[in-house]
T-cell receptor
Framework: GENVEQHPSTLSVQEGDSAVIKCTYS??????FPWYKQELGKRPQLIID?????GEKKDQRIAVTLNKTAKHFSLHITETQPEDSAVYFC??????????????FGTGTRLKVLA | GAVVSQHPSRVICKSGTSVKIECRSL??????MFWYRQFPKKSLMLMAT?????????EQGVEKDKFLINHASLTLSTLTVTSAHPEDSSFYIC????????????FGNGTRLTVT
């Protein structure tokens, strides 16, 4: 079945440094890749997404890159701040027949930004 | 826009009883809603896809008779955990998209279920 692998599971960086989280998906028909941030006790919130017809997307300190050939996509956070500390999830989605579709999530990365 | 509300946020029940969790899209219509289960410090595991007016699609390994899903309207999906056991204790969270496939998921606030 569909699978999304995410690495690393934990990541500690100094404030101001960059953080990179990587995901690999198995379903070659996946065409939408969102990233979510989940703070403790709260619901996941979308931070950035990318579609399969784009190789890179940037939003201020956050960027996502996609390599369709290798079925890899990555989240890049620059100039990290303590408030970036949270669990980050990647996901992959594909459109299905008869309007069916679903989102499969990676295993999550716990990011700690050290002040 | 795209607010998803989930109720209750916490519930404690005794083994053998059933618990119903509601997921509502407050400001949009959701023909499809997704139910996830999240274990402590773990990922979001897709349990089932709830389709308005039709039967839910369950993921492999999820017992459909144990986790009953009903999507009777465009704004409401319910998950009923039947004959709950302590191992059903978990965080259940629903989600929906405003624009359909290949668009962001909007999550409810989740339900912490504890079965004693």
């Amino acid at each position: 079945g569909e699978n999304v692998e995410q690495h690393p599971s934990t990541l500690s960086v100094q404030e101001g440094d960059s953080a990179v989280i990587k995901c690999t998906y198995s379903d070659s028909a996946s065409n939408y890749f969102p990233w979510y941030k989940q703070e403790l006790g709260k619901r996941p919130q979308l931070i950035i997404d990318i579609r399969s017809n784009v190789g890179e997307k940037k939003d201020q300190r956050i960027a996502v890159t996609l390599n369709k050939t290798a079925k890899h996509f990555s989240l890049h956070i620059t100039e990290t701040q303590p408030e970036d500390s949270a669990v980050y999830f990647c996901a992959a989605s594909r459109g299905g027949t008869s309007g069916t579709y679903k989102y499969i999530f990676g295993t999550g990365t716990r990011l700690k930004v050290l002040a | 826009g795209a607010v998803v509300s989930q109720h209750p946020s916490r519930v404690i029940c005794k083994s053998g009883t059933s618990v119903k969790i509601e997921c509502r899209s407050l400001d949009f219509q959701a023909t499809t809603m997704f139910w996830y289960r999240q274990f402590p410090k773990k990922s979001l595991m897709l349990m089932a896809t709830s389709n308005e007016g039709s039967k839910a699609t369950y993921e492999q390994g999820v017992e459909k008779d144990k986790f009953l899903i009903n999507h009777a309207s465009l704004t409401l999906s319910t998950l009923t955990v039947t004959s709950a056991h302590p191992e059903d204790s978990s965080f259940y969270i629903c989600s929906a998209t405003l624009l359909g496939e290949n668009s962001p998921l909007h999550f409810g606030n989740g339900t912490r279920l504890t079965v004693t």
